[in-house]
Every structure is written in structure tokens, then in C-alpha cells.
């Protein structure tokens, strides 16, 4: 009999040997090859083309899409209607509650349920939201997300530590927090996010220094956790690393400070979202995220409902992604914040820039007179020396103007460490919120291996 674990091994080294072309199949190449060629586009090119990707959308949801169909009806909208960009005003915001109720109507008549494929947003805003693309749309998505970690340097063939919330089966049995079981890259190590522990985490270090990655993938808040127990032992950093990807979380400067600071290599982060609208990242010579023109039109929608155009103005991103006729969306307000630039960047792309994404609508702190503070300013800017003491922490808010600090402590804290937390939170808010303070034994990540900072329960 024919040993499993070798028909396993033998069709990951199968996999590892194709060409990149070959593996991923033909829109993976088309889309690679258009955004080679698209990359330095004039303004002008960028116009032209994103136009023409929305009015293709748009004529095709008129004509295949039930919902749809009645929205620009109901509106007085045909899609010859869009002649500009700025016309895509006419249409409607789309929200996750108006798909939640008319699912079925926005699949479109034209395509073969057999390409289909569902999913879910993980319900980090507090609206869990289903939706439909076709099967071929993951590949479209890769081949955007290997463009952009190849600006730093990326290869098809690189090893890489995962530590993404990616299942690792049989830990109990075998003792082990990692695994090579994604047969597209058997050179990959998917570590748990789930099982960080005190007892686990010099395993995990040390797991590393073995395997010597070029680069790791990781949510920030799994990544924070092995680099403040490698700062806290004073731990050389990984020898051979090249690179840190981070995305799926907002990352916050200090903890891009701590992970250059542990690791000494460059970290690079994206923007992107399970809907696959909008993707944004870092370029190989700036920070500032660089929004790809070819993925999807973006918006910025300030408070009064306009278009952000003003240096430092915050609004919400609202996308229309330009490859899922399946299930098209049309103008989603995705409910994440982000800060709008006009600068143009070194690297020569003349894409839509954004300052950074200061997460979701959800990740405020709502004060006593409604006003929104950012958990950078409440927290993340200040100093507290109470926060050596404390191995995890998360905020939790279910009404305006008060807020729970839940912690679980690394060394026990004093009455004086309860009252600069709350004392400082308090200034920062200006008197805003008044702070309570929970002890427990741990804070449970979300389903799919995350940390948040803020559980915000606040009724809009």
C-alpha cells in the first residue's frame, strides 16, 4: 500500500517545481502581465481605463443583476449615464446590511453557478456579511498580491513563515505549532496564531531560527507577541530575513517600530479586504500606501459626504472592484478609515496614494458627546508605565462615554498602575470617558486567529 504521507510529499515537491505561470493558471498571467504593463501609466492611462472597467461593470449589473436593475430604475439611472468618473456619484452606496437582505439579488443571471463560490467576512464591524465571486477570482487575487511583495524582493520559490491564523492540525498529538500544508508552497511554514503562549513562544522562536525564512507573513497583533518576547529576552533576530508582509490588520507605528526594531529588516503592509474591492500597499521606497488603479476605483467620503481632497482629510473608503461580475458591488462603503494624500510618490507610480488607514469605523472610541477618538490617541501615543506590567490588553465599549480595559497581566498591578491608566485615558479624551479596568486570566483571539484591540458595541 502506497504510504500517504508520500503521495503528499511527492505532489508538494511536484507543486514547488512548476513554473509560476503553470501553477497559477491563465488569469494569474494576464493580470501579471497587465499590471507590468500598466505600472507607470500616465494619469491620463489610469483615467481612461478605470472608466472604461466601470462602465463595463455597471452596463453588465444593469442587464444581469436583478438588484441592480431596479436600484438605477428606481433612481433614473441607465448606465449610459456615466460618461465621467465623477458620475458614479448618481449611483447609490452599497452597505453590508443591503446585501445581507438582497443576497440573491445581486447574483448575476449570466454566469454558471458552477464558478461559484461563497464567503464570508469574519464580522470584525459587528455585521458578519456573506457574499459570492467566482471560483478563478482567487487567482486574480494572488497574482495582485504577489505584484506587490515583489516590489521588496519576493519569489515563487521563497521559504516563508506564516503566522496568519492558518490551521495547523493535530497540535496536541504532535506537539508541533507549525506545519508545511499548503500544497501550492510546501516551502512555506504556517505557524498557529492561536497557541502563542509563554510555554510555546522560545518554541516558536526557536522553530524560526531553524528554518531560517526569507520572509514572514503575519497579522501584526501575532507578530507583536513574538517580537515583545524576543525585546524582552534580548533575542538576536532571525538570521536570513528579508522582509516582514503585513496586512488583514491595521498596523500601528509602534508596532512597525518594534517589529524593524527585533527583527532589523524592512516591514511592508497592505491594505485589502475579504470582498476584494480595493488593495493598497507600500511601495519599495515609501510607506504611504499606493492603491492599485487596475484592482478597483476607490473613494475617500468625508463626513459631509463629498470626495476627501484636501492634504490629511479622513474619510471612509467606498470601492467598486472591477473583477467580480458574479456578485458585482458597486460603490461599498467598506467602513474603514483612511487618511487621504495628494502627494505623488518617488517610485514613479501615478496611482491614487493613501496617507494610511486608520482602521474601522468601529475602532473609535465613542466619547460622552458622540466625538470619535482614535485608539492612537486614547492609547498607542502615549506612555504608560503600567503597560510593562501587562501581557495583553483590549478595550470594550457598549455605551458613550465609558469604556472597560481589559487586561491580562504579566506582573500584578498596584493601585498606582490602575490610576495612571485611567487618569491618562481620561486626559487624552479630555474628560471624555470615564475608564473601568477588568482583570482576566486571557483575552480569546476571533475565529480566525486575531487579536482586536477594541470590541466596540455601540448602537449606531
Known amino acids: 500500500m502506497i504510504n500517504n504521507a508520500f503521495i503528499k510529499h511527492t505532489l508538494f515537491r511536484f507543486m514547488y517545481y512548476l513554473p509560476e ?39 453588465h449589473a444593469y442587464h444581469n443583476v436583478p438588484y441592480y436593475n431596479s436600484l438605477f430604475k428606481q ?4 448606465p449610459t ?19 445581507n437582505e438582497n443576497r440573491e439579488l445581486i447574483k448575476s443571471d449570466s454566469i454558471k453557478k458552477s464558478r461559484l463560490r461563497y464567503a464570508t467576512t469574519g464580522g470584525s464591524t459587528g455585521t458578519p456579511m456573506g457574499f459570492y465571486h467566482e471560483n478563478v477570482h482567487g487567482w486574480i487575487e494572488w497574482a495582485f498580491m504577489i505584484s506587490q511583495w515583489e516590489r521588496i524582493g519576493y519569489k515563487d520559490k521563497d521559504k516563508c513563515a506564516v503566522l496568519r491564523g492558518g490551521a495547523v492540525k493535530n497540535i496536541i498529538y504532535r506537539k508541533k505549532y507549525w506545519a508545511h500544508n ?5 516551502n512555506w511554514l504556517i505557524m498557529s496564531s492561536y497557541h502563542l503562549t509563554d510555554e510555546s513562544i ?7 531560527k531553524e528554518f531560517k525564512p526569507r520572509f514572514i507573513q ?11 518576547f524576543m525585546k524582552r529576552n534580548s533575542l538576536p533576530p532571525i538570521s536570513g530575513l528579508e522582509g516582514i508582509f503585513c496586512g488583514s490588520e491595521n498596523i500601528y ?19 485589502g479586504h475579504t470582498e476584494m474591492l480595493c488593495l493598497a500597499g507600500e511601495c519599495e521606497v515609501s510607506s504611504t500606501y499606493h492603491s492599485y488603479p487596475q484592482y478597483g476605483y476607490t473613494e475617500l467620503i468625508n463626513d459631509n459626504d463629498e470626495w476627501c481632497t484636501e492634504e490629511g482629510e479622513k474619510g471612509e473608503i467606498v470601492a467598486t472592484g472591477f473583477w467580480n461580475y458574479y456578485f458585482p458591488m458597486i460603490r461599498y462603503k467598506t467602513q474603514d478609515v483612511a487618511i487621504n494624500t495628494n502627494k505623488k510618490c518617488e517610485c514613479g507610480r501615478n496611482w491614487k496614494m493613501i496617507d494610511r488607514v486608520e482602521g474601522r469605523l468601529q475602532d473609535y472610541v465613542i466619547g460622552s458627546k458622540g466625538e470619535k477618538i482614535t485608539l492612537t490617541a486614547l492609547i498607542f501615543a502615549q506612555h504608560f508605565k503600567a503597560f510593562e506590567k501587562i501581557k495583553k490588553m483590549q478595550l470594550y465599549q457598549n455605551a458613550a462615554g465609558k469604556v472597560t480595559v481589559r487586561v491580562v497581566e504579566s506582573q500584578k498591578l498596584t493601585n498606582d498602575d490602575f490610576t495612571e491608566i485611567k487618569s491618562k485615558m481620561s486626559e487624552a479624551s479630555h474628560k471624555s470617558i470615564d475608564v473601568d479596568i477588568n482583570i482576566l486570566s486571557d483575552i480569546p483571539l476571533t475565529i480566525r486567529g486575531k487579536h482586536r484591540f477594541l470590541i466596540q458595541e455601540i448602537e449606531s
Open 21 to 59: 505561470h503553470i501553477k497559477y493558471g491563465s488569469q494569474y498571467r494576464y493580470i501579471k502581465s497587465l499590471i507590468k504593463q500598466s505600472e507607470h501609466w500616465s494619469e491620463e492611462e489610469i483615467y481612461t481605463y478605470q472608466l472604461q472597467q466601470l462602465q463595463k461593470i455597471i452596463k
Open 75 to 78: 433612481h433614473q439611472i441607465h
Open 81 to 99: 449615464d456615466i460618461k465621467e468618473i465623477s458620475d458614479l456619484k448618481k449611483i447609490p452606496y452599497l452597505t453590508k446590511d443591503i446585501i
Open 182 to 186: 499548503n500544497w501550492l508552497h510546501p
Open 202 to 208: 522560545p518554541l516558536y522562536y526557536n522553530k524560526l
Open 218 to 228: 503575519a497579522y501584526p497583533s501575532s507578530l507583536q507577541v513574538l517580537a515583545d
Open 253 to 271: 507605528d509602534w508596532q512597525r517600530s518594534l517589529f524593524e526594531e527585533v527583527f532589523q529588516t524592512r516591514v511592508y503592509s497592505w491594505y
